[in-house]
């Protein structure tokens, strides 16, 4: 990665699309420490010292702080990625959103349109609830219609303006800008997290017992990112042999290729699903002021609450855990058989003449694509939720409440791992254009 770095300095072209991404990033990272006109900056923070959900923690995560400090960029890019993935879904369940898809370039940019305006909707919905939400419970210094419209009207151009930035970097800069962004509040937690687990393992120990924390600490850091990476990387590929043609004198055909299907087909996106459907309830208790009571509602809540998970003195509602690692493997399977059709891949290799050796065209084919995706998909959810349980058991166990977790390294080292690529790709197409020049 490092080579690929240096190698990608030495190229002009290059280096400015990587020095204009970072000086995106900077801004970024300037605009998150702007706060909201009208806010209490306090009130946020006592908020979160109460509540220490996985649901808060990982959108402060994916915020970078924003949220906790209730910046004009509290709202981050979220409302983007919510819209991105209902347009997907939306993609697949309306023919003529479909054929917009199928219609090259012109039908792609009608679709990223309309995902831009469904952002801003979500955009002003979400920043509404929060504005009346939180601002009857003191957000807000003085709570009225004026107020609490400038916030609304402030993280709605903030989430816009991210918007913006993440697509000028896609544009002129190098990798996927939106999660780029993404990444770098996700990465912009770190420094505080650490030093949280430092404060709370290692300081005021023993220099035994304090170095054998760090090390352990490390070690398990460590071992989620190489599992990751394998994770990420891991494909089973079929083999596809394609039938010879005689067109005049000549012959055709005859090579051999795969079908490459990662293990973890479906990304991150059932690990996100599964928790936002199980922290819904618990975001729309707090807005409500509910959830602290003795009832059963309440009790359920707690259940769902991934703070309470794994704790040796509340181990009564760790049932919550075996309903998330539930949800993630029916999202798992929900989603990829949205995103990818055995039967389409089977009738384009039946129209190419190609086959995988050993399985008849046709119906054999889809069968058989179907029982291997099956087999990985399961593979691939049980390495997310390992990835996912592991800091949920010591947060749990040990009460280490930081905000980076297995979504936050799952979407660190996919998103790093493809931007390399790209620049790999970029440099590949550079020498490749220099080669035919000369």
Same mark, same amino acid.
Request: no cysteine; net charge positive.
């Given at each position: 990665m490092f080579k690929t770095v240096r190698?990608? #300095?030495?190229?002009?072209? %290059?280096?400015?699309?990587? *020095?204009?991404? #970072?000086?995106m990033l900077i801004v970024i990272r300037i605009g998150s420490e702007l706060p909201t006109p009208g806010v209490d900056p306090d009130f946020i923070q006592d908020f979160f010292a109460q509540n220490t959900g996985e649901a808060f923690?990982?959108?402060?995560?994916?915020?970078?702080?924003?949220?906790?400090?209730?910046? %004009?960029?509290?709202?981050?890019?979220?409302?983007?990625?919510t819209s991105s993935i209902i347009m997907q879904l939306l993609t697949i369940a309306i023919p003529k959103l479909e054929e917009m898809h199928k219609d090259g370039e012109d039908g792609r940019k009608k679709i990223a349109a309309i995902t831009r305006y469904l952002t801003v909707v979500l955009s002003l919905i979400q920043s509404t609830a929060m504005a009346v939400g939180f601002g009857r419970q003191g957000l807000l210094k003085e709570f009225n219609f004026v107020n609490a419209a400038i916030v609304v009207l402030t993280l709605t151009a903030g989430s816009a303006f991210l918007m913006w930035c993440g697509e000028r970097i896609t544009e002129k800069g190098v990798g996927?800008?939106?999660?780029? %962004? *993404?990444?770098?509040?996700i990465i912009s937690r770190i420094p505080s997290d650490m030093a949280t687990l430092y404060e709370q393992f290692v300081k005021g120990k023993s220099l035994a017992s304090g170095g054998l924390a760090a090390l352990i600490i490390l070690a398990i850091i460590l071992a989620l990112v190489v599992f990751v990476i394998f994770l990420q990387d891991g494909q089973r590929r079929i083999a596809v042999q394609y039938s010879q043609k005689m067109q005049g004198r000549r012959m055709f055909g005859g090579q051999s290729t795969y079908i490459p299907l990662r293990v973890n087909t479906a990304g991150v996106i059932p690990i996100i699903f599964a928790s936002?459907?199980?922290q819904t309830p618990i975001l729309i208790a707090t807005f409500l002021g509910k959830g602290d009571g003795d009832g059963i509602g309440s009790e359920i809540l707690r259940g769902l609450n991934q703070s309470n998970w794994c704790n040796p003195q509340q181990l009564q509602y760790s049932w919550g855990l075996v309903v998330y690692i539930i949800l993630t493997v029916f999202f798992a399977y929900f989603y990829t058989s949205i995103t990818f059709n055995p039967m389409e891949i089977a009738n384009n290799m039946k129209k190419s003449g190609g086959f995988i050796p050993g399985i008849r065209p046709g119906k054999p084919t889809v069968e058989y694509l179907t029982k291997i995706l099956n087999y990985i998909i399961f593979i691939g959810a049980c390495g997310l939720i390992l990835v996912q349980i592991v800091p949920i058991f010591f947060n749990g166990w040990l009460g280490a409440h930081v905000s980076f977790g297995g979504t936050s390294l799952?979407?660190? %080292?996919?998103?790093?791992?493809?931007?390399?690529?790209?620049?790999e790709s970029q440099m590949l197409v550079r020498n490749y254009k220099g080669f035919l020049n000369s």
């Open positions: 190698r990608a #300095f030495q190229i002009a072209d %290059v280096r400015k699309k990587i *020095l204009y991404t #970072f000086m923690n990982f959108f402060n995560a994916i915020t970078g702080g924003s949220f906790e400090q209730m910046s %004009v960029l509290a709202l981050s890019i979220t409302p983007y990625i996927n800008g939106i999660s780029i %962004v *993404l990444v770098i509040n936002s459907l199980m799952i979407i660190i %080292v996919s998103v790093i791992l493809e931007t390399i690529k790209q620049i």
